[in-house]
């Protein structure tokens, strides 16, 4: 990608990026994402950092539109605590209810799929959490990150030890989809992460990404690819009776 195009990418990506912030503050979970098919995981919505749930709301539409249940858990603020912190503070939520009998995979931008990543280093299977569709995930760090002044962003150097620690527990990656696109203005390394199911898009962008139909289908068929691999489908688990009206419970972390 030549340099005016990356421009173009950057231009529109910021662009995005400020009518997703400024349409944020009023958007509100519906109440319907909360039902679906007991016999499908629970989905959480894990955004990425001075982002809220919103931010992937196409595809939170779509996989409650396929019988998902959508979970996400409130009072993370603008997620600028350390991964390490913010992971601890969702384990404690999510241990408030009981762990679903088809389990949860985390749909995730951005930090998200770190934060991701790291509940599964500490609670996985205590959660029953099964895998992470992550996307645009800075696996690797960035090294753009040393430009930037707020320290809950030079956190994601690639020298950071909670970056190097994450990308040592490598034998958890087999359960992480990663998809991401040619070119981001803000994960320097990419997104592929070694030892993962890696999905390479069309779209380029940090944010435009989110709102691409392709990004849509392609995090729909990934969450399907783990739910089959763990074996979750009521045709794998013929014991569970398909329930419709089954809800995934809302979720407040401590402060």
């Not at 956190?155 to 994450?166: D, K």
């Amino acid at each position: 990608m030549n340099v005016l195009a990356r421009v173009n990418v950057l231009v529109r990506d910021i662009g995005l990026m400020i009518g997703l912030h400024l349409r944020a503050p009023f958007q509100r979970f519906p109440r319907r994402y909360r039902r679906g098919d007991s016999t499908k995981p629970v989905i959480l919505i894990l955004p990425g950092v001075y982002e809220t749930w919103a931010f992937l709301e196409p595809i939170a539409e779509l996989l409650h539109r396929s019988g998902y249940r959508i979970s996400i858990v409130r009072g993370l603020g603008y997620n600028l605590l350390p991964i390490v912190d913010t992971a601890q503070r969702l384990s404690r939520a999510l241990r408030r209810s009981p762990v679903p009998r088809s389990g949860r995979i985390i749909v995730a931008h951005s930090k998200g799929g770190l934060i991701g990543k790291q509940l599964m280093v500490t609670d996985g299977e205590r959660l029953g959490i099964h895998g992470v569709v992550a996307v645009a995930t800075p696996f690797a760090g960035s090294r753009y990150a040393r430009y930037i002044f707020d320290p809950s962003l030079r956190a994601f150097l690639p020298t950071n030890s909670t970056i190097v620690g994450l990308g040592r527990q490598a034998e958890l990656n087999a359960h992480i989809v990663s998809i991401y696109g040619p070119w981001d203005p803000h994960v320097s390394e990419g997104s592929h992460l070694p030892g993962a199911h890696n999905v390479r898009l069309d779209t380029s962008g940090h944010f435009r990404i989110l709102r691409a139909p392709e990004t849509v289908l392609a995090v729909r068929d990934a969450v399907e690819m783990l739910v089959a691999d763990t074996g979750t489908l009521s045709a794998k688990s013929p014991t569970l009776a398909p329930r419709r009206g089954a809800k995934s419970p809302t979720l407040e972390t401590d402060q």
